[in-house]
């Protein structure tokens, strides 16, 4: 603890008296300064006991004293010492009376009493707390180590809690709470999440201090990780501002834990080229040597149905994407093997597992955020991905190759995400969007919509409907409300046009998507 006026009552060597403001005298004494200056507060900061001779003061005047001890309680003087003896043999009444109206400590400094040895006390007691509170926090970083190394984040955090006398919070890369100490602490750092987010939004080290939930405590946010995207968060939450000893810990834990998390990035891109080898032997056909490849790390990853997920945009988007599917994966438990290559993101996740839904979760949110009217057009650089059905091992490479179809769709129509099996239950017709399709479909039609501009038949209308009714002569001249011979000698005048055959059922599935490329449908 501090000094305190009390303590340096207690001093056995001082024979200080206190005259006024005996029920404030547990006040900590940050300095002792002497002054006879009228009016000293321009050198004052507070927290200070200030020791005078009234050398220059009229200390038996009324008014005057009333005004200068109301200018000292201001400037955060936490207590005045009188040396009696001096210029006066004891302290005046005036001096003594505006003390008790203002609340003031007011100590009786005795003649064989030097200031000198007052400020010495009080410097002494300051360095004596110092150096306690560095060898507290010494002794509390030697057992945060000693946790983290033997029970990981979790003996880490209680430790800290204990060191603080409150309580402490991990978060992961996403936001989401990763461990507590105590264990009743979990829903209040729950509460703290749009905090971490916001605090992850700047560039680490950063650093922040919010009024715990429902005003319950005072909480300190810290970011962990070296690089311009933090790894993680920890929380601290004290009933008031820690001291010097806590402060040792709090900063002991950061460094602690940011060593935990570098070092876990470094496994991490260990863990990444070993999971690059997987996917190239999965690719290649090789699941035997990729099962002996991946070992534990991955291998529990195929023994089950997974999806192959790859995914195209920008750095920034790439990398929040990766800390959702890893961060929801690490939570869940679920093994998740994730390849960056550049600008694109290959994923092998269990079917129905975290991971993927994560993905799309993701996805859906960025879909919101293009919906949005405010948001300015990013298409052409945005989040493109394609979801590959159930597969496995055997049929890696069909999956991989079904996750880049489902992309090539999904730019196409403008979508952040499409699923494979989407394609596979729905229709070929919203492929015909496809502006190379298009142009084959206007090239391949353009001679008919050429001769019936001219006003000499009605080619492509009797072309559509003969086909509609697959090549029924009756009912397609019906359709028309002309007689069949007048059809028959229309589609004739089609296949002199294009010079195909309409017997050729490649022709007639070649013409049918063409009337519906360019119509539209």
């Known amino acids: 603890m501090p000094p305190t006026l009390a303590s340096l009552v207690h001093h056995s060597a001082l024979k200080l008296t206190v005259r006024a403001g005996e029920d404030r005298l547990d006040v900590p004494v940050r300095w002792a300064h002497v002054s006879e200056l009228a009016d000293p507060v321009p050198y004052m900061e507070g927290g200070e006991l200030l020791l005078i001779t009234a050398l220059k003061l009229d200390a038996e005047d009324p008014e005057a004293m009333r005004k200068y001890v109301k200018r000292l309680v201001g400037a955060g003087v936490v207590g005045l010492g009188f040396a009696v003896g001096v210029n006066y043999d004891e302290i005046p009444k005036a001096l003594v009376d505006a003390a008790e109206r203002e609340g003031l400590p007011l100590l009786e400094v005795p003649r064989r009493t030097p200031f000198l040895a007052i400020s010495k006390a009080v410097s002494a007691a300051i360095a004596a707390d110092q150096y306690r509170a560095v060898t507290a926090g010494f002794a509390a970083q030697r057992e945060l180590t000693r946790q983290a190394l033997n029970a990981g984040p979790e003996g880490l955090l209680t430790a800290l809690a204990a060191q603080v006398d409150g309580w402490a919070a991990l978060y992961d890369a996403s936001g989401a709470v990763v461990a507590t100490a105590p264990e009743w602490a979990g829903r209040r750092a729950a509460r703290l999440t749009a905090e971490v987010e916001r605090l992850r939004e700047r560039p680490a080290p950063a650093s922040s201090v919010v009024g715990g939930p429902d005003n319950e405590d005072r909480v300190e946010l810290h970011s962990l990780g070296t690089g311009r995207r933090p790894r993680a968060a920890l929380a601290v939450g004290t009933a008031s501002a820690p001291g ?44 035997d040597h990729a099962r002996g490849v991946a070992g534990d790390l991955y291998g529990g990853l195929l023994d089950a149905p997974f999806r192959m997920i790859v995914a195209d945009a920008g750095g920034e988007l790439l990398a929040g994407l990766t800390e959702a599917v890893e961060s929801a994966a690490a939570r869940s438990g679920e ?155 229309r589609m004739r005048r089609v296949e002199e046009i294009l010079g195909r055959s309409l017997d050729d059922p490649d022709v007639r599935m070649e013409l049918w998507l063409a009337l519906k490329a360019t119509s539209g449908e």
């Open 244 to 287: 010097t000893a806590e402060r040792y810990a709090v900063h002991s834990a950061i460094a602690l834990l940011t060593l935990t998390t570098e070092r876990s990035r470094s496994l991490h891109a260990a863990e990444q080229r070993v999971g690059a080898a997987v996917l190239r032997m999965l690719l290649a056909g090789q699941p």
């Open 335 to 489: 093994a998740v093997l994730v390849v960056p290559e550049g600008e694109r993101l290959v994923v092998l996740a269990a079917d129905g597992g975290a991971a993927v839904a994560a993905t799309v979760e993701y996805a859906a949110a960025r879909e919101a955020a293009r919906a949005a009217p405010e948001q300015p057009d990013t298409a052409a650089d945005d989040l493109v991905v394609g979801l590959s059905a159930p597969s496995g091992p055997i049929a890696a490479a069909a999956a991989y190759k079904q996750a880049e179809q489902a992309l090539s769709v999904a730019r196409r129509r403008g979508r952040v995400l499409v699923e494979h099996d989407q394609l596979a239950s729905g229709s070929v017709l919203p492929l015909l969007a496809d502006d190379a399709v298009k142009a084959f479909a206007d090239g391949l039609l353009r001679p008919l919509y050429e001769h019936d501009a001219t006003g000499r038949g009605d080619l492509v209308a009797s072309l559509r409907a003969w086909l509609s009714r697959h090549g029924q002569w009756d009912a397609a001249a019906a359709d028309l409300g002309v007689h069949r011979h007048t059809l028959r000698y």
